[in-house]
C-alpha cells in the first residue's frame, strides 16, 4: 500500500515539477519510506504508522501540484464546456499534464487546428488562463477505457501527457498517437524537451492538418470548476441551503473509472441518490454520471466537479471549511459520506490522504487493490471502518 502510495504521489509531484514547483520533503520521505519498508527490521507498528504518514505526503503533493498549477493558470471557475465538435482539424491531448496543453496551445493559435481535451485533460478548460485560447474548442469522449473506440471516430492525432495509455493494436490508431514527459508506448511517437526546454508539436498539427475533421459522438455542454476556490465564494449559499435542509448530505464520488461492468454501480447510485444530495467529484469516475441530468438545489449544480483527481485535495479543503463554518471537532460529523472509487495509485494516495486527515466510513470499490492482504484489510476495517460499495 506504502509502494502504491508513493507512484502515485510521485505521478503528483513529477506534474508539480513540470511547472517549476518543488518540494524537497517530499523527496526526502519518498526515499525514506522506500528504504524502511525494505528494511526487515520494520515492525508492523512502524509499517502502520509510515502508511498514514504517506497519506500526509499525499497531501503535501496535493497541495503543492494545486499551488502550481493556480499559481500559473489561475484558480478554477464555473465553466461550461462543449462537448460536442466542430469542422476544424483537429488534435486531442490527453491526461494530466496542464504545461503541455499550454505549449501545444501556444503552438496551434491561428493554425486553424482546434484543441480538444480528453478525459482527465477536461478540468483545464476550468483555468481562467486557458480561456484566452478561442481553439480550445472543447472536450470529446469519456474516461480513459473508452479511448480506443473514441481515438476512432476523433480521426486526428492525439497527444497522451501522462499515464492511462490504452495499448493501441489498430496500427492506423497507433499512428496517430504521440507521447510526451513521462508517458510512452514502443511504436508511437515521443515528443522530448529541446535544449531550451521547448517541445515542438510540428508534426503533431501538421498531422491534424492533413486529416478529417472529429466526427461528432455527443452534443451539449457539462459543467465543471467547482475547486475549492470557486466554492469558498458560493460557500454561504452552500451553508444556507444546508441549514434549511435543502441540502441533507454529500456524496464524495472521486477517483478512478474502469472498464468493468461492476463501476455501473456509480451510474445507479448517481441516479438513486435523494433530490437533496449533491455529488463532489474529482478524478475521471465523475464520467460514470457528469452527463447525467440531475438538476440543481437553488442554483447549485448536484454535481460539483472539482478537476483531476489531485483535486480531492480541493474536497478536502471544502470539507475542512464547512467542519470550521460550523464549528465541528471531526470531521465525521459533517454529512458528507464517501463512495471512492479505486483504479490505480493516485486512487491510492488520495485514500491514504483521506485516511490520515482522519475521514473514517469510506467505501471503496467497485473491487478491492489485490494488495489488501486480509490483515491489511482487517486493520482499515477496525481503524476506519472502511467498507465495499
Ligand atoms: S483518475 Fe486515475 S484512472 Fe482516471 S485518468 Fe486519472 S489516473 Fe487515470
Redesign the pocket.
Known amino acids: 500500500m506504502i509502494v502504491y502510495g508513493i507512484k ?1 504521489m510521485a ?1 503528483y509531484t513529477n506534474h508539480a515539477l513540470n511547472l517549476n514547483s518543488e518540494n524537497y520533503e517530499i523527496y526526502e520521505f519518498i526515499y525514506r519510506a522506500l528504504d524502511k519498508i525494505l528494511d526487515s527490521e520494520t515492525t508492523v507498528d512502524e509499517l502502520i504508522n509510515l502508511t498514514l504518514e504517506t497519506g500526509e505526503f499525499g497531501v503535501k503533493a496535493m497541495e503543492l501540484l494545486d499551488k502550481a498549477n493556480t499559481d500559473k493558470y489561475g484558480h478554477p471557475e464555473i465553466t461550461q464546456v462543449n462537448i460536442g465538435t466542430r469542422n476544424n482539424p483537429a488534435i486531442l491531448i490527453s ?2 499534464d496542464l504545461s503541455d496543453l499550454e505549449e501545444l496551445l501556444e503552438q496551434t493559435k491561428g493554425t486553424g487546428v482546434d484543441v480538444y481535451t480528453h ?2 485533460m477536461l478540468p483545464a478548460h476550468f483555468y481562467p488562463y486557458f480561456k484566452k485560447y478561442e481553439n480550445l474548442y472543447g472536450n470529446y469522449g469519456n ?3 473508452k479511448q480506443l473506440e473514441e481515438f476512432k471516430t476523433f480521426n486526428g492525432p492525439i497527444v497522451f501527457t ?3 495509455i490504452v495499448p493501441p493494436k489498430d496500427e492506423e490508431i497507433k499512428n496517430r498517437i504521440f507521447t510526451t514527459g513521462s508517458a510512452g508506448y514502443t511504436g508511437c511517437k515521443h515528443i522530448e524537451k529541446d535544449e531550451n526546454g521547448k517541445k515542438d508539436f510540428s508534426e503533431v498539427i501538421n498531422m491534424a492538418k492533413k486529416l478529417k475533421s472529429p466526427t461528432e459522438i455527443e452534443s451539449g455542454k457539462i459543467i465543471g470548476g467547482f475547486a475549492h476556490n470557486q466554492v469558498s465564494i458560493l460557500i454561504d449559499k452552500v451553508v444556507e441551503n444546508i441549514k434549511n435542509g435543502n441540502i441533507k448530505e454529500f456524496v464524495v464520488m472521486a ?4 472498464r468493468m461492468k461492476s463501476r455501473e454501480y456509480y451510474t445507479e447510485k448517481a441516479k438513486n441518490l435523494p433530490k437533496d444530495s449533491v455529488i463532489l467529484t ?4 465523475k464520467y460514470r454520471y457528469n452527463k447525467l441530468e440531475l438538476g440543481d438545489i437553488n442554483g447549485i449544480p448536484r454535481i460539483l466537479d472539482a478537476g ?2 489531485n483535486d480531492s485535495y480541493s474536497l478536502v479543503r471544502i470539507a475542512l471549511k464547512l467542519k470550521e463554518i460550523f464549528n465541528l471537532k471531526d470531521i465525521n460529523e459533517l454529512p458528507i459520506k464517501y463512495d471512492i472509487a479505486w ?5 491510492v494516495i488520495v485514500l491514504l490522504a483521506l485516511l490520515y486527515l482522519g475521514v473514517k466510513n469510506i467505501k471503496l470499490g467497485p473491487t478491492l487493490p489485490a494488495f489488501l492482504s486480509p490483515n491489511i484489510k482487517n486493520f482499515l476495517v477496525e481503524k476506519f471502518n472502511i467498507s465495499t460499495i
Open positions: 502515485g505521478a491526461r494530466h478525459s482527465e474516461a480513459w477505457h501522462t499515464n492511462c477517483g478512478c473509472d474502469g474529482a478524478g475521471c469516475a483531476q483527481c483504479y490505480e495509485q493516485k486512487a
